[in-house]
């Protein structure tokens, strides 16, 4: 397999106007680019055939998996996902607990519900296909969906590229699947020296721009109850996380710890007055949390990418626990913020793991929490900028090499890594003025250029690094 080329849909593209609602995505684990994109992918080649009357002339459908969806499909689920989503399903509102059942439906009866509504001839054996030698030109998360009708005459068919954080491009439209397009925005922004720019000008924070820029796309109180809800999920996933046990699935027999340490931590609170550092294993607890959940296939929160989603959360947690003053506002503030960051990742280089290795998401998620929580602890923009950078700079070079194609060995104490990382770097910015050598815009296009020279067995295709020098069976 050889790495993609930098063109076509896999790069970041600077003119599209981002939402908040486009890096954060409520959806189940665990991979937003393996998980959440290809259910997408399935539920949208249902609208394509709905658009051209194509739905009930539908008598089987063949899917095809490459790259490096291909060689870590069956451990990030992609199978079950792209599955559940020709099914009707989509990652915002479909039910954990109903994912076994319908699979096990369709195994034996060999026919899934198209759309949810129409039965057509589907067998994993022959109707599902991983090509795992050959990578599609424009994207190392590559599928092709086609169908068929009743006497295997090929009606439609269409090409898909996971582009990471659940971002989903067509060989057809060149465009991911955004809010919305043609918005015109109060104050667009590709680059953090815009960003800081517009700050300067407009005497605003940047999450007031942010939100600003959300009134294009709808009323206020929408985005701050979309907000609001992304905030809760992320809390009530670290709630699950820390009162579930057991052993996560996939074979690897990874026993869930998240559970031991919270005992651990409210059976003895006052161990923490002997050790200041308990804290750190407060931010650990809240980051294992929610990547055993993610693990496990439960509901986690995109930010920006499922393999990264216990970063923000841990922090934000660690914020409301151990931060001043964090009031609602602050934690609208502090999501807004991160918002902003990441968007200038998603336009300037990439977030996902297949393209650029887990600096583009463990190290972008990390970029984000700190430059967030320097903003809700006082930072200016210039602090924020600042402690964003240093989020990133010392993620780069990070590879992607999960074990047995699981989000699990390293990805889950990644996550804990990442947290605690984000508020160093919150803090060491804290201490600054603002100024620093590195800007956000050059450590942006640092990881790019990294991403870029990363060998492919280094970026989520199991075929380097931990992923080969640890003996497991192969799932």
């Known amino acids: ?41 399935g539920y949208r080649f249902c609208l394509e055939l709905e658009a051209r009357s194509l739905l009930a002339k539908t008598g089987s459908v063949v899917v095809d998996l490459y790259g490096s969806l291909a060689l870590t499909g069956k451990g990030h689920a992609t199978d079950t996902a792209v599955i559940m989503g020709l099914n009707g399903k989509r990652p915002r509102n479909i039910d954990p607990d109903d994912i076994k059942p319908t699979m096990a439906a369709i195994d034996e009866t060999h026919k899934l519900q198209l759309y949810g509504q129409y039965p057509v001839v589907f ?8 090509h795992f030698t050959e990578t599609l030109p424009q994207h190392p998360n590559g599928m092709r969906i086609t169908a068929f009708d009743n006497d295997g005459v090929k009606i439609h068919s269409q090409e898909y590229f996971s582009v990471g954080g659940g971002f989903i491009v067509s060989s057809d439209d060149h465009g991911a699947e955004y809010s919305g397009d043609n918005i015109t925005l109060p104050f667009p922004f590709s680059s953090a020296d815009e960003l800081m720019e517009i700050c300067k000008r407009e005497g605003l924070s940047i999450a007031e721009i942010m939100m600003a820029n959300e009134q294009s796309w709808r009323n206020p109180d929408e985005t701050i109850a979309f907000v609001d809800r992304v905030h809760e999920a992320m809390m009530n996933c670290i709630d699950r996380g820390c009162r579930t ?7 690897l027999n990874v026993k869930r710890r998240a559970s031991k340490l919270y005992k651990e931590l409210t059976e003895k609170p006052e161990a923490g007055l002997r050790d200041p550092l308990t804290v750190i294993d407060w931010v650990n607890l809240y980051a294992l949390a929610v990547n055993e959940e993610n693990a496990a296939g439960s509901r986690v929160v995109t930010a920006p990418t499922n393999g990264a989603a216990g970063v923000i959360p841990a922090v934000l947690r660690y914020y409301e626990r151990f931060g001043a003053n964090a009031s609602q506002h602050n934690i609208r503030e502090f999501l807004l913020t991160a918002a902003a960051i990441g968007s200038i990742y998603k336009k300037r280089a990439s977030i996902s793991a297949a ?7 463990v190290g972008v998620a990390c970029s984000m929490a700190a430059g967030a929580l320097c903003a809700v602890m006082g930072g200016t923009p210039e602090q924020v900028e600042n402690a964003a950078e240093i989020g990133m700079e010392h993620n780069l070079g990070l590879t992607c090499d999960p074990i047995g194609g699981l989000v699990q060995v390293p990805c889950i104490e990644r996550n804990t890594m990442g947290a605690v990382k984000a508020i160093n770097a ?10 620093h050598t590195v800007s956000l815009d050059k450590v942006i296009e640092t990881m790019r250029q990294t991403g870029l020279d ?17 003996n497991v069976v192969e799932c």
Do not use: W
């Open 1 to 41: 397999m050889t790495n993609a080329p930098a063109t076509g849909p896999t790069t970041g593209s600077q003119d599209v106007n981002l939402s908040v609602v486009d890096l954060y995505t409520i959806g189940i684990g665990p991979s937003s680019s393996h998980t959440v994109g290809p259910m997408r992918a």
């Open 426 to 435: 919150a803090r060491l910015a804290l201490r600054g003025d603002g100024q």
């Open 123 to 130: 067998n994993r054996d022959t109707n599902l296909v991983f």
């Open 245 to 251: 046990d057991g052993i996560l699935p996939g074979g």
């Open 454 to 470: 990363m060998q492919s067995k280094y970026k989520e295709t199991s075929q380097g690094g931990l992923a080969v020098n640890v």
């Open 355 to 361: 393209e650029v290795g887990c600096q583009g998401e």
